[in-house]
Structure formats: C-alpha cells, structure tokens
C-alpha cells in the first residue's frame, strides 16, 4: 500500500431498524402546528465506526431559500435521535414540533439570550434549530411537503438511507374574519321588529346588555310597539278607563240598591189589592148570567199586580159593571113577568 494512501471506513445503512413514525395531521393552512412523534427507537449503541444518526429532513423552507445546512440537498435536515443517545441509553419516544411559516404567528420573543418562536424546530422540547426571523414574515406556499426520515452518517448527512416519509399538504390560507362588532342591542330591535323574536326574549336581552327601563320604552317607542301604537290604551289612559268602569258599577249598585228598597211596600200594596172583591162575591152570586158575562170577557177581577195610580179608574169600571149588570137583570125579569101576566 502507498505510505500517503488512507482508508475510509464505511457501513451499510440499510442493515438498521426503523422506528414507528406518527404525524399529528396531514394538512393544514400556513401557521398550523405539526407534532411528529417517533416510537420504538432501535438501539444502535453496537454499531462501529463511522457513527450514524437518525436525521429529519424539513423541506418548508426551501421555498424561501434558507437552509441551515446546504449539505442536506437544499433541505434543512436535524439529528432528532443519535448514537450518543443510544451509548447512554435514551430510547425514548421523540417528539418533533414546530409551526409552518404564516403571517399571522405571534412576533418572536426573548428568552435567556435567544430569540424563539412557535416556527422553531424542537425535539422533545428542546429547541434544535431557530427560524425567529422568517416565522411571521411570509406564509407558507400552498403545496404538498415530503417530511424524510433516514439515517445518515455523523459528519456526512449527505451519505443517508431515508427509511420513512410522511406528507403534509399546505392548504391555502383562509381570508380573516371580519372583527367582531359589539351588538349594541340593534340587531335585537330589528329582530323584534320583523316578528323574529318574542316580547320576553326583546326584555331580556336587552336587560342583558345593560339597558334601563326607559331606555327599552324609548326603544319600543321608536319602532311603534307601545301599547297605544298598536291600538291598545296608554297606561294613563287605561287608569282613566279603570276608575270609570269604577264608578260606573258603583252607581249601578246605589240605583239597585233604591229599586229593591221601593219594591218592597209596592209587593205589600198588591197583596192586598188581590185579595177577593166583595162586591164579585155579590155579582157572582145575583147574577144567573156570570157565564155570559164571562164570554163578553167583563173582567170584574182586579188584576194581581194594578198599578196604584190606576185604582181609581179600575173601581169606576167595578161600578160601571155592576149597573150594566143590574139593568140587563131587571129587563128579563119584566119580560117574563109580562109573559106570564098575558097567558
């Protein structure tokens, strides 16, 4: 062999174990969170020289052109688990986490010395790599991303078997929403308005935001729902209305109460009015013609319920009756008598 010529030693990637390889979702819009979470890690602390790492390799930001290593082929690629770990005994699950780029992140924030941001790649809370200054800047282009795991060598990543690959597609970034107006109690009236929501639900909710009493008059007031908007009496109006219904009824009971009181010697003065007339008695009894007199409906009887002031008048037609009477008597009786007389 020369004395100048060296030997690089060299191992089959392909002979290592893969671990299991979990991704929190698949799609998302620029800002989204992604959570990678790697299990059932291989023990590689028997492997011999050249030493190898297990590397992921980011490709959001070589659409923008920045890559901190230029040796993982213009994708930016971190050793998240290595055979250090491995020597020590560290086959703990990994997790990777990290937002994509979006204008709308939070600013980057100082802590002891460096400046962090949700954009930074970090493994089980470690951080590994910093992108404080493109975080907010610019979104993320929408697209499909291959997110690579492989094993690589230690001091040359570009020598690498690539054993998991998982995708993540960028959506496009959704418009903002329009801030939110406080409802000043407008859309509430107008809801009340148009029929939409009951009398009960327009106190309440406005009672809710604050609103007085006067307030909420003055409301309904505006948009014609008092009571004597809509035909019904003001509330001043319907006292007046109760105290004449008031008096009213008070009056009718006082002329009920006078009614009751004269009907009483009224009753009294009939009774006795219908009691039998001695004179009838007479008639009836000296007239052989009371069922004639009947027929020509001469009413000698009182009725049961005269009217005092017509007393009077109803003992002339009494009288009247029983000269009629006396008369038509004596008339047949003569006439008889001269029949018999004659023969």
Aim: overall charge negative; hydrophobic content about 30%; charged content about 15%.
């Amino acid at each position: 062999m020369p004395i100048l010529g060296f030997a690089w030693a060299t191992s089959d990637l392909s002979t290592l174990a893969s671990p299991d390889v979990k991704i929190s979702t698949s799609s998302g819009p620029p800002g989204t969170m992604i959570t990678i979470t790697l299990s059932n890690i291989p023990d590689i602390s028997n492997e011999t020289y050249p030493y190898h790492d297990l590397y992921i390799y980011l490709p959001f930001s070589q659409p923008f052109g920045v890559t901190p290593q230029s040796h993982c082929g213009g994708e930016d690629c971190f050793p998240i688990y290595t055979h250090d770990q491995a020597v020590n005994h560290d086959f703990a699950n990994k997790t990777v986490t990290f937002s994509l780029f979006s204008t709308v992140n939070p600013n980057p924030a100082y802590l002891n010395g460096f400046e962090n941001s949700v954009c930074d790649v970090m493994v089980n809370g470690k951080t590994v790599y910093r992108y404080s200054t493109l975080c907010n800047a610019k979104d993320q282009p929408a697209g499909t991303y291959d997110i690579k795991f492989g094993w690589a060598e230690e001091n040359a990543p570009q020598i690498n078997n690539i054993i998991k690959t998982v995708q993540f597609m960028v959506t496009s970034s959704s418009p903002p929403s329009p801030p939110k107006v406080a409802d000043n109690g407008n859309s509430i009236i107008q809801a009340y308005q148009n029929g939409q929501i009951s009398e009960s639900d327009f106190y309440n909710k406005l009672s809710s935001l604050g609103w007085s009493s006067e307030q909420i008059r003055q409301a309904l007031a505006t948009i014609g729902k008092l009571p004597h908007q809509i035909g019904a009496p003001a509330p001043e109006q319907m006292q007046q209305i109760e105290q004449g219904i008031k008096k009213e009824a008070e009056q009718a009971n006082s002329q009920l109460n006078q009614q009751t009181t004269q009907t009483i010697p009224r009753e009294q003065t009939t009774q006795q009015t219908t009691q039998p007339n001695p004179t009838e008695q007479t008639i009836s009894s000296l007239s052989p013609y009371k069922t004639s007199l009947s027929s020509q409906n001469i009413k000698v009887q009182t009725d049961k319920n005269p009217v005092p002031q017509t007393s009077s008048w109803t003992m002339i037609t009494i009288a009247s009756s029983i000269g009629a009477v006396t008369v038509i008597a004596c008339g047949f009786y003569a006439i008889k008598h001269i029949r018999k007389v004659t023969r």
